[in-house]
């Protein structure tokens, strides 16, 4: 499976943007998408994760009512809109893949494929 996220840029505070994660192929062992961010000088953290079979979304506290993350199974693309930006929401932002269960969504060893990553800046 190989991921390309795309979508980052620079917004201002309280803007918006939104990031695709566009899947080569559809893996059955797939079991969820997710998108993690990385600060300079901070640790990988988990942002928002979607099921591919029942589209249950998972959300970090800190984006939680600020982030959406949906999918078009038709187009094998997951995507993260991010509302009401703010300055610690700049970083690098990853998708990655997951075939762990549930429990596991929000744990960063659990995903084996990752795209590149796309830079997230928020300015004032």
């Known amino acids: 499976v190989q991921l390309q996220a795309s979508g980052g840029g620079l917004v201002q505070i309280g803007g918006s943007l939104r990031l695709s994660c566009a899947v080569s192929r559809r893996s059955y062992s797939v079991n969820a998408v997710g998108w993690f961010r990385q600060a300079p000088g901070r640790e990988r953290e988990f942002v928002a994760a979607?099921?591919?079979?029942?589209?249950?979304?998972y959300y970090a506290d800190s984006v939680k009512g600020r982030f959406t993350i949906s999918r078009d199974a038709a187009k094998d693309t997951v995507y993260l809109q991010m509302n009401t930006l703010k300055p610690d929401d700049t970083a690098v932002y990853y998708c990655?893949?997951?075939?762990?269960?549930?429990?596991?969504?929000?744990?960063?060893?659990?995903?084996?494929?990752w795209g590149q990553g796309t830079l997230v800046t928020v300015s004032s």
């Open positions: 990655a893949t997951t075939s762990g269960p549930t429990s596991s969504y929000r744990d960063i060893n659990q995903y084996r494929s």
């Open positions: 979607i099921g591919t079979r029942g589209g249950h979304t």
